[in-house]
Each structure stands twice: as structure tokens, then as C-alpha cells.
């Protein structure tokens, strides 16, 4: 046995169900048009082709009108719908009501991707069904007007729906977590919307549809760019926007060489994929699969391979962490996982509101965190602050406080002179007059504990995601039962909500992760800090202990390990093949068994989302060609390397290129932020302001207001632009 060595140019193999990708490599002979027909298939109205030299409007005698702006939206799923909505409502706004009829266009629209636009490829209406989103119907979002929620209470509100949607719609309920395919019906129903709008409204010509993949970007001679499509059609643009969503990524060294050993000696591996793309009746039944990541991925594949292979859950009536029980169909193979903390993501609480109505960040704020970046902070220039010394401190806090709020509540027999009183006192401590980044407060709430609440311990949030920490079992029987017991108590306290101390502070860890994001959106958060805290440890652990899986899913999961067909495995796995017995095998060196082996293995986790190591030939030519480059970040060290996302200015997101210099009319939004942003992948929230959970909207937003005043129309600012004080609404129609 040996570790996967890996040389260059290994290839690796993956079932699919032909998800296709975002960038198709080769050109056959094009054809250099300035726009084309739409694929009327996809719900919208063919528009009339154009050329570089439009011919004039009406009678010989009339003089030629002015060529529409022609803006090429690369990507039509959430962000490119998004894009084009926000570009549609705001010409619709200023139009007023102006009848589209015989109006000359401003602004032309093509978009391109060879998906279903609305949906694109993540959110395929025709994916398992099985696949949940990891929101609740009332939150998310892909246009300040028309919600997920709004589209379920209204039963879909008109849209044309099959006969499984129309009933999956009518079961769902609002704190409810939706089907994927569900939530693209959803973003289908939106792009019909919008196509509509766009169609009664003076100016505009589109949205027009090529189903096509995007190979090249390129700067045009005569100013703008040419967009050139994988069937050699060249689109001239005045503007581009990149939204790519997931793309393809190049395997790792390790993924490459294990990938290309283990095909030759009939074994599976599977590399990081998108979940609908995967053909899961290539999994033997009865079989040990062996997978890497307990992250969302993995509760898609555990589903697939259970319920989607005909076995069923049964209610045991018992309380929650017990509630269900697994009856097999025997075709189920049984799945061995392991994750660096050596359990799965924690269940999300039940409840109404993203943010648990109880949670109130008295110490984090965002005024606190500006007002001391502007005075200076120590180890800081003026106007930035340190994570770790600025932001944590008040953030844990209020983590510390909440826990011990709901812990009071829950058991007050804990308290030997009462809660009211150390509640008091904990409040004192926690209120004093202190340097933002004082860290002594801890040692006081540690003595106040042991004078007043012997029995309670410390509350250190960070321990949560790392529930095994210096702990081993002698047996793989003790870690499997200690995992059941974690899970079942994980399960009991999700279904408290925010009665459960340590969801209530989760709960708060949250609500400080949306303001955190903010501060790092701004800039106020130094780059350093970002790069070796922000994205080192705390992204993590939030992800880990607030971005997990519905309830029923470790529900699930917990019944599936009490039948024995989910095994997990201890902390710090470590993975190996055999190349001579073509074998995976597994084990950990805090539980001492023998290593589990297997002839299937699962890379349990998404492509990687950064575009140094893409693997979409659209943006690997934008990189070689220098018209963009990755936001560099620098290192604990100081060092400055590559960071995941493209380096983009300005609110409205314009790529910079390999110069420095900023490619005007060049936007990017969604995944390929991930430099500047963090939770690019996460949908926004409904009803949230620019400033907060609507971060992607504003984006979009923005890139709208600069398009639409190029093309001549009167518009208003972006409503992210605006101060929190301002407030202002989206622009609607």
C-alpha cells in the first residue's frame, strides 16, 4: 500500500448522467453575427437578428437608428437571471409604462448557456428529486421583487408546472426545505416573468437565449469584446457579464494519479462533481463506498443511495434524535465517511426566521468595527481592523451570552443563587469599558462560573466543530456508538430551537457571520486577516456548525448508522490505494481498528471554485490572454499568491487584467467573487437590504445601473451604493 503519488496529465473517471459543461473546448467553423435568434422553446419570443451594420428601420428614406447597447450575459442560471432581471426591471421603471411597440431598442440581450435559463445546471428541473436545498422556502431569492416564497404561497402563481411540482408545491411549507429541481422550477417561472417584461417594455430587445457554451472572451478591434460560442458564432458585445456559476476544475495531483490507477484495475472513484451530474446506479448494493466530506454532497449521495435505491424511513414515535428507524431494500451498499472533524455538518434549528428571533448582537456591530478601524487599531493602518483581535472578541461575546441566556432557561437549577444574578453579573462583565480586542473578559466568566454555576463549563463555540478533539476509541463499535450518540443529540437539540443553548448561540455565531461578511465585502477587515483567519479557521467553523443540512437529514443519517449501512469514520481520516489489489482503504488514528477497504471511493464535495485551477476553457483563456487575472492574497508570511477569484473593481465588479489596468464594460458576478466576497455560493436572502444577506442582488443591481445609463436610460444609483441610513427600495417595475 502506498499514497497516490501523481504524475501530470492523469486522468481521472467519473459516472455522469451528462451534465455537460459551461466550456466545451474546440471551435468548429463559425460564423461572425452580432446577435441571434432565442431558443423560443425556453418561453420567451425570437427577436429579429442583427449585424455590425444594422440596416435602417422602416422606409428607405428614414435615417438609419441608433445600434442598441448589446450586453452578453455569459451564464443563465441564479446570478445571470439575476443579472438580466435586474437590467429588465430597471428599463421597465424608467420607461414608465411606454409601449414596446415600435420603439427603437437601447439595450439588447443575449445570454448564453447550454442549460435550461432560469435553473442553468445546478438547479436542473430534471434532477433527483430527492435533493434538497440547504434553505427553507422563505429564504431565498434570485430578485427583490419575486421570491421562492412568494412563488410557493402563491401555488406557483401562474406558472406552468408538472403535475410532481404542483404537488410538491402544495405540500411544501414555508419553513419547509424545497426540492432542488423545486427551487428551479422556481427560477424557471422568474426568466418566463422577466422575458415578459422585457417584451412589453420600450428599449429593450431580449432576453435572447443561445444555447450554446461560451469558449472565448476577447477584446474587439472596433471597441467592446467578441463573445465566441462553442459552435464558432461570434456575439459582438459592448457588454460582458460573467456569471459562471460552478465550472469545472482540474483535478488535483492526487485526484489525477488516483483516478487513472484505479480505472485500469476496476475500481470507481469519483471525483468533485456537481451531484445531479452523477449516475448512482453504478454503486454496487452490499458494497462498502468508501467518502471523503460529510459536507451537503454527502447527504445528497447518502439519500440517492438509500431512499433512492427503495429503501424508507418509518416514524418510531419516539422523540427527536430517535424519531426515525430504516428499513432496507437490500440494494443499499453501505457507505464508510470520513471529514478531518469526524462528523457531518450540524443540523440547521428548527424555525420560522434565518436568524433566530431571539438573537441580538449587543457587543458586534457594524458602527463598533468602523469606528475603530477609523481611530487606528494596534497592528493595523488606519482603516482596517484585525479578525481575530477585533471582530471575534465582541463576536464571542455574544456567542457567550446568548448560550448562557437559553442555558438558564433550560436549567436553572444550575445556578446555586439563581440565574436573574449571574445573568447580571455575566451582563456586567461582558458591558465593561475595554479595548475592542481585550480577550481578559473570558477569564472573568470562568471565575464568575465556578463561584456561581460549578456544574456549567466555559462555552467555547470553537469546540463545537470539533466534537472528537483528543479523544480515541480502542474499537470501531465505541467510535460508531459515540457517533449515534452525537448525532441523536445533535438532532434533539436542532428540534429545540432556539430553547437549546447551543443552537441559540449558534444561532448568534450566524447572525455575526452576515456582519462579518459585510465588513470583508468593505474592506475593513485586512486581506491578511481574511486570507490566514477569516478563511483559515472561521469560515470553517461556521460553515460547519450554521450552514448544515435540514434536521430530517441527520434524522436520517442517524438511523442509517444505528442499521449499519453508514459507517463514520474518527477524525483526521487518512485515504490510501492500493495499485496492485486495486483498493481504497481508510482509517484514523484515533480509533483503532483495521482499515476499512473498498473498491468504490467518493470525493464527497463540489469542483474546487478557484479559477486558477478552472478547468472551463473560457476562463482559462481570459487568464492566458491577461484580459483578467486572480485577486492576489497575501499570506501569514506576507507572501502574495493567487487567491480564488478574479480581481474585479468597483461596485458594479469590472475585471481588472494581468496589467492592472480595469477592463471597462467587463463584469463579473457570483462564485468568481470569491476573492473579494465570501459565500458566493449562497443564494440571497428575501427581503434583505443590499448591505446584508441581499450582497448578490446589490451586485447585480449595480452592474444594471452602470449598463442601463451607458445605454441612455435614466435610472436611478444602485441600491447598494446607498448608506444603511438611506435605505432605498429596489427598483421595481
Do not use: C
Not at 441 to 454: K, Q
Not at 519 to 546: H, K, M, N, T, Y
Not at 693 to 706: E, I, K, P, R, T
Amino acid at each position: 500500500m502506498r499514497r497516490w503519488m501523481a504524475p501530470r496529465g492523469a486522468a481521472a473517471w467519473a459516472p455522469t448522467r451528462g451534465g455537460g459543461s459551461m466550456a466545451v473546448p474546440g471551435i468548429p467553423g463559425g460564423k461572425d453575427v452580432g446577435g441571434g435568434g432565442m431558443d423560443t422553446a425556453q418561453g420567451t419570443t425570437a427577436r429579429e437578428g442583427w449585424g455590425a451594420d444594422p440596416a435602417p428601420a422602416g422606409a428607405g428614406t428614414e435615417a438609419p437608428l441608433a445600434a442598441p447597447r448589446r450586453v452578453v450575459v455569459i451564464g443563465a442560471g441564479p446570478r445571470g437571471t439575476s443579472a438580466v432581471e435586474r437590467i429588465v426591471s430597471r428599463a421597465a421603471a424608467a420607461a414608465g409604462g411606454s409601449p414596446s411597440e415600435g420603439a427603437a431598442p437601447r439595450v439588447r440581450l443575449d445570454v448564453v448557456d447550454p442549460h435550461e435559463p432560469g435553473p442553468g445546471h445546478v438547479w436542473a428541473t430534471d434532477q433527483n428529486r430527492l435533493f434538497l436545498m440547504n434553505t427553507p422556502s422563505f429564504y431565498p431569492t434570485a430578485a427583490p421583487g419575486f421570491s421562492f416564497e412568494d412563488f410557493r404561497a402563491a401555488g406557483g402563481g401562474g406558472a406552468k408546472l408538472s403535475e410532481t411540482e404542483a404537488a410538491e408545491l402544495e405540500a411544501l411549507g414555508r419553513n419547509q426545505f424545497p426540492p432542488r429541481a423545486l427551487y428551479g422550477a422556481y427560477l424557471r417561472e422568474l426568466w418566463r416573468r422577466v422575458a415578459a417584461l422585457a417584451a412589453r417594455t420600450a428599449g429593450v430587445d431580449g432576453p435572447n437565449h443561445h444555447a450554446r457554451s461560451a469558449v472565448a472572451v476577447d477584446p474587439d478591434v472596433n471597441g467592446g469584446y467578441r463573445v465566441v460560442l462553442d459552435d464558432g458564432t461570434v456575439l459582438h458585445a459592448d457588454e460582458v457579464i460573467l456569471a459562471l456559476g460552478h465550472v469545472p476544475a482540474r483535478l488535483s495531483p492526487e485526484q489525477e494519479a488516483v483516478g487513472r490507477a484505479s480505472a485500469g484495475l476496476g475500481a470507481g472513484y469519483l471525483p468533485p462533481h456537481v451531484p445531479a451530474d452523477v449516475d448512482h446506479s453504478v454503486f454496487p448494493a452490499g458494497e462498502p463506498v468508501l467518502v471523503r466530506g460529510m459536507g451537503l454532497n454527502f447527504f445528497d449521495l447518502m439519500i440517492a443511495l438509500s431512499v433512492g435505491r427503495g429503501g424508507r424511513f418509518e416514524s418510531t414515535g419516539e422523540p427527536a434524535g430517535r424519531a426515525l428507524r430504516y428499513v432496507p431494500s437490500g440494494r443499499e451498499p453501505v457507505l464508510v465517511a470520513g471529514a478531518r472533524r469526524g462528523a457531518p455538518y450540524r443540523a440547521k434549528s428548527v424555525g420560522d426566521s434565518f436568524v433566530p428571533h431571539d438573537v441580538l448582537l449587543r457587543h458586534l456591530s457594524y458602527e463598533r468595527v468602523v469606528a475603530a478601524a477609523g481611530h487606528g487599531v494596534a497592528g493595523r493602518v488606519r482603516g482596517t481592523v484585525d479578525f481575530d483581535r477585533h471582530v471575534w472578541p465582541l463576536l464571542q461575546r455574544d456567542v457567550v451570552e446568548h448560550y448562557y441566556r437559553a442555558l438558564a432557561q433550560a436549567e436553572p437549577h444550575l445556578f446555586g443563587g439563581g440565574p436573574d444574578g449571574f445573568l447580571e453579573e455575566l451582563a456586567e462583565i461582558l458591558d465593561a469599558p475595554s479595548d475592542i480586542g481585550d480577550e481578559v473578559w473570558t477569564i472573568r466568566v470562568r471565575d464568575l462560573l465556578r463561584e456561581a454555576a460549578p456544574e456549567a463549563e466555559f462555552f467555547d463555540i470553537r469546540s463545537l466543530a470539533r466534537p472528537f478533539a483528543g479523544v480515541g476509541h480502542t474499537s470501531a463499535e465505541g467510535h460508531a456508538q459515540a457517533v449515534i450518540e452525537l448525532l441523536e443529540a445533535d438532532a434533539a437539540g436542532a428540534a429545540r430551537g432556539e430553547a437549546d443553548p447551543e443552537h441559540l448561540a449558534i444561532g448568534a455565531l450566524h447572525a455575526g457571520r452576515l456582519l462579518a461578511k459585510r465588513l470583508v465585502a468593505e474592506g475593513i477587515v485586512d486581506e491578511r486577516s481574511v486570507a490566514v483567519q477569516v478563511r483559515g479557521w472561521f469560515e470553517p467553523l461556521v460553515e460547519g456548525l450554521a450552514s448544515g443540512p435540514p434536521l430530517e437529514r441527520i434524522e436520517q443519517l442517524a438511523a442509517l448508522a444505528r442499521a449499519g449501512l453508514v459507517k463514520i469514520v474518527g477524525p483526521e481520516p487518512a485515504y490510501d490505494f492500493d495499485d496492485e489489489r486495486g483498493v481504497f482503504a481508510v482509517s484514523s488514528p484515533w480509533v483503532q481498528a483495521p482499515p476499512v477497504e473498498a473498491r468504490w471511493m467518493v470525493e464527497a464535495m463540489m469542483p474546487a471554485n478557484r479559477v486558477a485551477v478552472t478547468d472551463s476553457a473560457l476562463l482559462r483563456g481570459i487568464l492566458a490572454s491577461g484580459l483578467g487575472r486572480p485577486r492576489r492574497r497575501v499570506t501569514a508570511d506576507g507572501e502574495e499568491v493567487p487567491g480564488s477569484g478574479l480581481d474585479v473593481s468597483g461596485a458594479d465588479r469590472r475585471l481588472v487584467g494581468a496589467d492592472g489596468s480595469v477592463r471597462e464594460n467587463l463584469h463579473v458576478l457570483g462564485l468568481q467573487l470569491s476573492s473579494v466576497q465570501w459565500g458566493t455560493a449562497i443564494a440571497a436572502e428575501a427581503g434583505a437590504g443590499p448591505h446584508a444577506g441581499g450582497l448578490s442582488l446589490a451586485d447585480a443591481d449595480a452592474v444594471a445601473a452602470s449598463i442601463l445609463t451607458r445605454a441612455g436610460f435614466e435610472t436611478p444609483a444602485a441600491a447598494g451604493e446607498a448608506p444603511d441610513a438611506a435605505r432605498p427600495g429596489w427598483v421595481l417595475p
